[in-house]
């Protein structure tokens, strides 16, 4: 028997609950097991599970679940949610962008992160196994009994996305519903920040492809102009869209290795940057930063989550990073480290996306990456560029 398991989000893996589930069900057969999310992907690291949980790919989990429909008997999706009921949601709108979801039995195991009212859930690090799809019944019992986990009997009714014509308008208006928000929590959309949560339910409307309201909610009109790329008013599908609330990993890992870097690093000692490289412009794409650091000697980050979610990101790769920040941090990510030889820019509030749009034009030619015969002489260049809004430089 192959069983396909994707996991989501790192939570499930700092708790350990992943790799308990791996271990489980290989006594049932050969186990493949991907993962989506940028952040879980440091969690496979800290955790040491790279050998086991295939992060190369960055996709949707949806993405790798119709990958596993083609080689698997039957397929898993792990989650931790905040709450059952932001689990569950989920799982539902995952399933929804499946094309074919009876293809193969598909179901969600769903632990839980906080406390629930129901007897089958007391305590922390409980679970459920839900099933996605009609086939799932045909095996959900012999699952159960392997992981040890109580078994839902009905599937979960997608609601949380709403599709409608505005009658005042006449422009389609998408109602994306995010429950189980903490009021003064971020609302993030595609990573950016949107705005803050006043309610535990936020309803999100976008209007032909841009957010107009945000219902139990402050809008973050920064945020909205990074969303949709400024002056270019780029449209964002807000029903395909990752949205969430809260931070981008809300768990410490259970055990923390030395870093898996490029081959040849053996310790934590800056990297001498000399002659030519691969340099990478990351601009408030920090969850791409896996793949877009590929092969890079450094990597100039623009934005202050941006740089400390990269950061933290590379420093497991051993790539050091030139940040560029001014102050406005958003608070996504905690316990983050840089790796040695780095240095972070702080200018004068409000200037690094400008600062980081010269950079882009002026020394990237407008592209994401570059191969440079001087990387010192870079570095240096960008330090010019910046030196009128700098008011602090920190050396790592």
């Not at 599937?155 to 308008?169: A, G, H, M, Q, V």
């Not at 000692?269 to 650091?293: Q, R, T």
């Not at 950079?359 to 407008?366: K, M, P, V």
């Amino acid at each position: 028997m192959k069983i396909g398991i994707v996991i989501h989000g790192p939570e499930v893996i700092d708790s350990g609950q992943a790799e308990k589930v791996l271990e489980k069900l290989s006594r049932l057969g050969e186990v493949e097991a991907k993962l989506g999310g940028t952040m879980g992907k440091t969690a496979v690291l800290d955790a040491g599970l790279e050998g086991q949980i295939d992060i190369r790919d960055h996709q949707k989990p949806s993405a790798c679940i119709e990958s596993f429909f083609e080689s698997s008997d039957f397929v898993c999706l792990i989650n931790r949610g905040k709450t059952p009921e932001t689990g569950k949601t989920f799982g539902k709108i995952v399933c929804s962008h499946l094309r074919e979801p009876e293809k193969k039995p598909l179901f969600q195991i769903e632990y839980l992160e906080s406390e629930s009212s129901e007897p089958v859930c007391q305590g922390r690090g409980c679970g459920k196994l839900i099933p996605l799809n009609k086939k799932a019944g045909d095996c959900i019992e012999k699952l159960s009994e392997t992981l040890g986990l109580p078994a839902e009997g009905s599937l979960p009714l997608n609601d949380s996305i709403r599709t409608e014509k505005c009658p005042e308008t006449g422009k389609t208006r998408i109602i994306r519903t995010l429950s189980g928000a903490v009021p003064g929590e971020n609302i993030l959309v595609n990573g950016i920040v949107i705005g803050k949560a006043e309610s535990t339910e936020v309803r999100i409307i976008s209007e032909n492809g841009f957010i107009t309201t945000i219902e139990g909610g402050i809008i973050k009109e920064h945020g909205l102009e990074k969303l949709h790329c400024y002056e270019k008013r780029e449209p964002v599908d807000l029903e395909n869209a990752w949205v969430k609330s809260g931070s981008v990993r809300r768990s410490t890992p259970g055990r923390r290795n030395t870093p898996k870097p490029t081959p040849g690093l053996v310790d934590l000692k800056p990297i001498p940057l000399k002659g030519a490289g691969k340099v990478v412009l990351i601009d408030h794409a920090a969850e791409h930063s896996f793949e877009l650091a590929d092969g890079a000697q450094l990597a100039v980050t623009v934005g202050d989550d941006t740089t400390a979610i990269a950061g933290d990101i590379l420093y497991r790769l051993g790539i050091p990073i030139l940040g560029i920040t001014d102050g406005d941090c958003d608070d996504l990510a905690d316990r983050t480290e840089i790796f040695p030889g780095s240095l972070i820019l702080r200018l004068a509030a409000g200037n690094d996306d400008l600062v980081g749009k010269k950079l882009r034009q002026e020394l990237f030619n407008g592209k994401i990456s570059a191969v440079f015969e001087d990387i010192p002489a870079l570095k240096e260049k960008v330090l010019r560029l910046a030196e009128p809004k700098t008011e602090a430089i920190f050396e790592y």
